[in-house]
């Protein structure tokens, strides 16, 4: 531990002796680092949550997730197919641009790129429309029942500065592209980037001329990963980091008993889970020659039925998971119906049953791509199933990896089988039906949809759903969609994540289920 500790501390050095001085500078630490500051290139948290200090939309979330005007003032939904925005007056980007509607109708367009990540979301929003420097309109081709939520997840970006640094379409982060975008960001929010070293340490400085109110009082944030979890610890106990965004479960007992360290906890909106390439007719990475096992549905329920999740649940997350059979990062996506969140029986004869009739009584070989720095202990879940799976003869490979190589791999479908969380502010179904479970096609739909499942019948439902205006008809057409989900195990669900943040007694935050740190609400006493 010292030497790890001693390592780190060198490494972090110039960051101490730069802010010491400074009561007024947060430095926080996760295991992972964000992997561009593009905001369209890659749709994960941490990048989300570190580019949406900088980069800001029109509306957003409030301390307690309710839907607030930001780049918007106002908005009205002149027609079921028509919205119209005002926009706030006297923004300024970073450089000192003006804010204008041909940003907006920019930004939109720029994420509906085919090298976006948020693809999906931008074309739920239907074509953007200036209609003057301060009003914009959306014209939908369908019923979007959750557009205001899909809006909140759109970057407002420079069109002037795009154009000026050649960063009109977004990074393609799978085909390992860079650009001045991936390094450099130019947003309207309450701080600005001042230097960026992917996978070594991220500053930040408040933006003094930023049009909104700052409810902390934070001048500068330092953002250094730390992958081990050990020196993580070791580093927010001796004070040279504030705060650390997920602590190890099995430290958790000794940092809420450590002088002047505190922890706030809570559920996430986040459903982890894993996914199985249900297209191939031959896996890539298994011993099965001519055949794809997971195509049979048996196989996949035989998977499902012989993870021990309480076991999961107490040895290894030591209680800070919610096991769940629904595939929704909340259960207010599945309208808290117990019967889409039961899951399968544990039932391990059952399990080899079910194997010998599939006609795999002696099990199969298979690889496992699981990030190593991504969810809470995401590698030894992974390790945790391989295990798991050994009494079916399922012998697993688990190939752990950094996220910036993981997500890159699974997004080109090199895979045979992964871990996947998914989740965020939305709860509703749609954020999760349309990239992750529907087939994959245009426009986004299915961008995450990495085991390349397809079944006509949930397809059918999850697409009405997407443009059913009525509340009632929509929830039984969501519901239908889940129940189909579950019956065919598309994917199998473990557990929706519980997330506590530990910090030194000196700093205040607003905690949130969507594991989103805003600093402009931190304080550093």
Not at 14 to 37: E, N, P
Not at 98 to 119: H, K, L, M, N, Y
Not at 466 to 474: G, L, M, N, V
Request: aromatic share 8%; hydrophobic share 40%.
């Amino acid at each position: 531990m010292k030497r790890s500790l001693s390592f780190f501390a060198s490494s972090f050095c110039l960051v101490v002796a730069a802010t010491s001085t400074s009561a007024q500078t947060l430095r926080w630490a996760s295991q992972g680092d964000a992997q561009t500051m593009d905001p369209y290139s890659q749709n994960e948290l941490l990048t989300n949550a570190m580019n949406g200090q900088v980069y800001e939309t029109l509306v957003n979330r409030d301390k307690k997730m309710a839907l607030e005007p930001v780049l918007a003032t106002e908005w009205t939904q002149v027609s079921p197919l028509q919205w119209r925005f005002k926009l706030r007056p006297n923004v300024k980007f970073h450089d000192g641009t003006p804010f204008t509607a041909d940003d907006v109708v920019f930004s939109v367009q720029r994420a509906a790129e085919a090298t976006s990540d948020i693809g999906v979301y931008a074309n739920a929003v239907g074509k953007p429309r200036k209609v003057d420097n301060l009003t914009v309109e959306f014209n939908l081709a369908a019923v979007n029942p959750i557009f205001l939520q899909h809006i909140s997840l759109l970057p407002i970006m420079s069109k002037v500065w795009a154009e000026k640094n050649k960063a009109t379409k977004p990074i393609d982060f799978k085909n390992k592209e860079e650009g001045y975008a991936s390094f450099n960001a130019n947003g309207t929010g309450p701080f600005i980037l001042v230097s960026r070293q992917p996978d070594v340490k991220t500053v930040y400085k408040r933006n003094t001329a930023w049009w909104g109110k700052f409810d902390g009082n934070v001048q500068e944030v330092v953002y250094t990963p730390i992958k081990s979890d050990a020196t993580r610890v070791a580093a927010l106990v001796s004070g040279e980091i504030d705060l650390v965004l997920d602590p190890a479960p099995q430290d958790l007992p000794r940092l809420r008993n450590t002088p002047d360290v505190k922890v706030l906890d809570g559920p996430e909106n986040r459903i982890v889970f894993i996914g199985m390439d249900q297209h191939r007719d031959e896996l890539l990475y298994s011993s099965v020659k001519g055949k794809n096992p997971f195509k049979d549905q048996r196989v996949r329920t035989a998977l499902y039925q012989a993870i021990d999740i309480e076991t999961i649940k107490t040895k290894l997350m030591r209680g800070q998971s919610a096991p769940t059979g629904a595939i929704t990062p909340s259960p207010l996506g599945t309208y808290n119906d117990p019967a889409l969140e039961k899951r399968l029986p544990y039932d391990l004869d059952g399990a080899k049953k079910l194997m010998a009739d599939a006609g795999y009584p002696q099990g199969f070989e298979v690889t496992l791509d699981c990030p190593n720095n991504r969810y809470i202990n995401d590698e030894e879940i992974c390790q945790t199933l391989a295990s798991m799976w050994a009494r079916l003869n399922v012998k697993v490979r688990v190939n752990a990896m950094p996220r910036s190589t993981y997500f890159p791999k699974i997004q080109k479908l090199d895979t045979s089988m992964y871990m996947l969380g998914w989740g965020g502010a939305i709860t509703d179904a749609e954020t999760t039906f349309t990239p992750v479970l529907r087939a994959r096609g245009e426009a986004g739909v299915g961008s995450w949809n990495f085991s390349n499942a397809k079944d006509a019948r949930f397809e059918e439902l999850a697409a009405a759903s997407s443009k059913e205006p009525d509340p009632k008809k929509r929830e039984q057409l969501v519901k239908a969609a889940l129940a189909r989900h579950n019956e065919l195990v598309l994917s199998i669900p473990l557990h929706r994540q519980v997330i506590p943040w530990a910090m030194r007694g000196k700093v205040d935050a607003v905690h949130r289920p969507d594991n989103w740190l805003e600093w402009r609400w931190v304080t550093v006493k």
